[in-house]
Each structure stands twice: as structure tokens, then as C-alpha cells.
């Protein structure tokens, strides 16, 4: 199996046009179905992913009592490497696509400059962002619920991601990040043609994503906050990064830009009906994730549903927990 590959370019991505909504319908089918597809696009140029992977790579080889320096009160917004994931090493940038945040973290990361890294960020991500609020737009579109636009167009948080994974050496497991699901509403993957991506369908059979080369697609990943607000419509796949690699000098790196919401969320009444009994309640996507490195977070096989899921009458008959 593979995922399903959606084209975006200069027609599509025409709102008001007949194949705006065949593609818009496409991207909540696929939603719906897999939680994740394959975006082609041209509004990111090759030569601008390139340049961006070369100089991320100048993140990864600063010393790490410089990386630690990159914080945030947000857990999983600043630097991570952790000794239970050996293989993976990542730095977030909080408000990722605007000029304050990521010269803010050069100036931190590189006292002496790089503008070369930060106006080549400053592009790849604000593209990035253009194509998250073009796909929520479009799965917006699809459902119907237009009048929700200007809530994730204005109250929107992105994190930008860049993450590294090298081989593993003898005696270390090849799941460089293990089996999860997304806690941002909308996740936009990028690599450096290393392939590693590997995400569960619902009938439990893993698809191991092949990146083309050289490549001009993405990987868009649904996340637990957009399957509540969806009213469970949509699927949040669960997906890890494995290492399967017999050679020892590949290093993957990888991009990542993250829609999360800052005001609370609640499922569009459109969505609720005789079929679709309403499933979550309203949830702030912030205190969510919070919420989700708890210990009950932590051991729940899908935290949104034990931090807003509805418990129905029927869920109490039959001695369930959530839904």
C-alpha cells in the first residue's frame, strides 16, 4: 500500500473553482480514510528544501550546551534529546513562520549570525504555513462549515520543527521515534529523501513511506485535536520513525511545521446528527497538550478522548469508559 498523493499547484489551490473542490473533497477523504496523505506541490521550490536541509544541518552541529539553550514553557517546543531515543535529536521554534521568532533563535544559536539560515528558514516555513491554512481551508470547505475560517486562519499557533535521525550502531533498536499520535491539529512533514516515515492504517497494516528523489512532496499528518473536532470523522493515524538502514553513516533529517489553536475548540454543529452523536466536548488545544504528558495522558492510547471524549448512554451500558 501507499498513501494517497494530492497534487497542489496554481489551479488547485484557486478557491471558488470546480477543481479547488474535487481537491478540497479529496483532502477529507483522505483524511478520513488514512489521517494522512502525500502533498505534491510546486510552491515550495526544490532549491529552497535543499538549501533548508544544508543549513539545518548547522543546528545539529552546534555543541549541545548551545542547543540547550533553546527553551520553551511549552513542553516540546525547545530543544529535546533524550536518552530513551537514542536515534533522535529535535529543536522546535515557537510562532515558527514569522521573521521575530526564528531570528530570535539565531541570534540565541548563532551569536555572530547566519543570515543564511534564517531568511531561507523564514521563507520555507512561511510557505509552509501558506499550505496548512490552504488545507484547512479545504477540508472546511468540504464539510460546509465555512464561517469557521477566520477562527484558524487568526487564532492559530505553529511550531517549526527540525528534527535529526541518524543509524543506529550495534546494539540499539532500529524505532528511532516510537509509535504516537500528533498532539497539533495538522502536522506538514519534510526529509532529505531518507526514508523512515512508517504510519498504521485502521485495518492495523503499517504503510512504509518510500520519499521520491529528487522530491517535491510532503507529508501531511492528522492529528488527535482535528479527529475531536471533526467529531471522529477524521482519522489521527498512529506513525513512527524507524531506521532500517545497513548503512551506518546515513543521518535523516527532517522538517516539520505544526498547526496548533490557541482558543477553545468545539465539534461544528454541522458535524453532529442522527449518524454522528456528538463524541468530544469543547477543548483548548494548549492545555491539551499538557494534559497529554501527564501520567494518565501518558498511558491513555488516545489522550484526546480521555481528556474531552463524551460519554454516551450506551458507552455506560456497556461498561465503557470513553468513548
Known amino acids: 500500500m501507499s498513501l494517497p498523493l494530492i497534487t497542489f499547484d496554481t489551479e488547485t489551490l484557486n478557491p471558488g473553482t470546480n477543481i479547488w473542490l474535487s481537491t478540497s473533497n479529496a483532502v477529507r477523504q483522505a483524511l478520513e480514510d488514512y489521517g494522512c496523505f502525500v502533498v505534491s506541490t510546486n ?4 532549491g529552497l528544501r535543499l538549501n533548508m536541509f544544508e543549513l539545518s544541518k548547522d543546528l545539529f552541529d552546534l555543541p549541545t550546551e ?17 536518552p530513551s531515543l537514542p536515534l533522535y535529536e529535535c529543536l522546535g521554534i515557537e510562532n515558527g513562520a514569522t521573521m521575530e521568532a526564528i531570528q530570535s533563535l ?7 549570525g547566519n543570515n543564511a539560515f534564517c531568511e531561507c528558514a523564514l521563507e520555507y516555513m512561511k510557505l509552509l504555513s501558506e499550505i496548512h491554512l490552504c488545507m484547512m481551508r479545504m477540508v472546511l470547505d468540504s464539510y460546509g462549515i465555512t464561517e469557521d475560517n477566520e477562527q484558524f486562519e487568526n487564532g492559530s499557533l505553529y511550531l517549526a520543527r527540525f528534527m535529526k535521525y541518524r543509524a543506529p550502531i550495534v546494539g540499539e533498536a532500529e524505532i528511532a521515534l516510537p509509535p504516537h499520535l500528533d498532539k497539533s491539529f495538522l502536522g ?5 529523501g531518507v526514508k523512515g516515515f512508517e504510519v498504521r492504517m485502521k485495518n492495523g497494516e503499517w504503510i512504509h513511506h518510500e520519499p521520491p528523489s529528487p522530491s517535491s512532496t510532503f507529508i501531511v499528518v492528522a492529528g488527535e485535536p482535528l479527529m475531536a473536532w471533526s467529531n471522529g470523522r477524521i482519522n489521527a493515524p498512529l506513525h513512527q520513525v524507524a531506521m532500517r538502514t545497513s548503512t551506518k553513516e546515513v543521518v535523516r533529517y527532517s522538517t516539520g511545521l505544526f498547526l496548533f ?11 453532529v446528527d442522527n449518524e454522528h452523536h456528538l463524541r468530544f ?11 497529554a504528558s501527564t501520567k494518565e495522558g501518558m498511558s491513555s492510547k488516545c489522550a484526546i478522548k480521555s481528556y474531552c471524549g463524551v460519554i454516551t448512554e450506551s458507552d455506560t451500558t456497556n461498561g465503557n469508559k470513553h468513548i
Open 106 to 112: 539565531t541570534d540565541l544559536l548563532f551569536p555572530c
Open 261 to 271: 489553536m490557541k482558543e477553545t475548540i468545539q465539534v461544528p454543529e454541522k458535524l
Open 66 to 82: 548551545t542547543k540547550i539553550k533553546n527553551t520553551s514553557h511549552i513542553l516540546g517546543f525547545g530543544y529535546g534529546q533524550y
Open 281 to 291: 466536548g469543547p477543548f483548548n488545544n494548549m492545555d491539551f497538550l499538557k494534559y
Open 43 to 46: 510552491k515550495v521550490p526544490l
Open 188 to 192: 506538514i512533514l519534510d526529509d532529505n
